[in-house]
């Protein structure tokens, strides 16, 4: 009959339907609020760089190698590199610790926008204070690693700094590609920086990016930027007036 057929149409339509509109509710999502989450991420970060900013003081700045004249070029070069690492490290590690604090503090004090996941949220709201802390974080990290070779290297004498300096460049060089590996393959619901960038390099142009638009209207933050701009400057020229000096006094 009609009303059978009528009937049937209607269950047929009904199969078709429900599975898709229940597809495209799961592909969106369901809302939440993932503040707790985002401050946690935050945090994981800013009580090691507390750490690590720490141990940077004492092993890397107050009991830096001094350049002597007796020293070769490449001892000199070594001792210069040495204080640049271990300033620029720990200046990196207070300025993931300020990018982290300053961002939990907003993210209690403000009310946050209910997301689909915790990486939504970040990326909308609090995208350059990520990219801050994690990229002052790992690049604080990994200088100490260099540090702690290279210290071995003035503390223990050559042969054995040898071994030390390379253990310290190793571990620089892996954690770089751990970095840069879970940056790549990491999803948008489990991997908040792949969102932001393919690769470590990649996060930090994105960064400076971000902090050059977050400057407009601020005087220091321009400020920043031009110092910061004239250090890098003088650094590289320090270092490669070094390196390709003429003067080599051999190391006694």
């Known amino acids: 009959s009609s009303f059978n057929l009528t009937f049937a149409v209607l269950i047929f339509l009904g ?3 429900l599975p898709a509109q229940a597809l495209m509710v799961a592909s969106a999502g369901a809302l939440a609020d993932y503040s707790g989450a985002a401050a946690g991420l935050f945090n994981n970060m800013r009580a090691p760089a507390a750490l690590i900013g720490g141990a940077l003081v004492p092993i890397g700045i107050l009991t830096a190698p001094t350049i002597e004249k007796s020293d070769s070029k490449g001892i000199k070069l070594l001792k210069k590199a040495n204080i640049i690492i271990a300033v620029a490290s720990l200046l990196s590690e207070i300025m993931a610790v300020i990018y982290s604090s300053i961002a939990i503090n907003k993210i209690a004090e403000i009310a946050q926008p209910q997301t689909v996941g915790v990486a939504q ?32 290297f003035f503390s223990a004498g050559t042969e054995m700094g040898k071994i030390t ?3 310290g460049i190793a571990s620089f060089l892996q954690a770089l590609a751990i970095v840069n590996r879970g940056i790549a393959q990491g999803s948008v619901g489990d991997d908040v920086s792949s969102r932001f960038a393919s690769n470590f390099f990649m996060l930090i142009v994105k960064y400076i990016s971000c902090a050059i638009k977050a400057a407009k209207g601020g005087v220091c933050g321009y400020a920043a930027i031009a110092v910061g701009t004239y250090a890098l400057y003088h650094t590289a020229k320090t270092m490669l007036v070094g390196l390709f000096s003429k003067e080599d006094t051999p190391a006694p």
Do not use: D, R
């Not at 609090?126 to 071995?152: C, D, Q």
């Open 15 to 17: 199969i078709s339907i």
């Open 121 to 152: 949220l970040i990326a909308e709201k609090h995208e350059l204070a990520w990219l801050g802390t994690n990229i002052h974080f790992l690049f604080g990290m990994m200088g100490f690693a260099l540090i702690v070779g290279s210290k071995s």
């Open 165 to 167: 300096i390379s253990w």
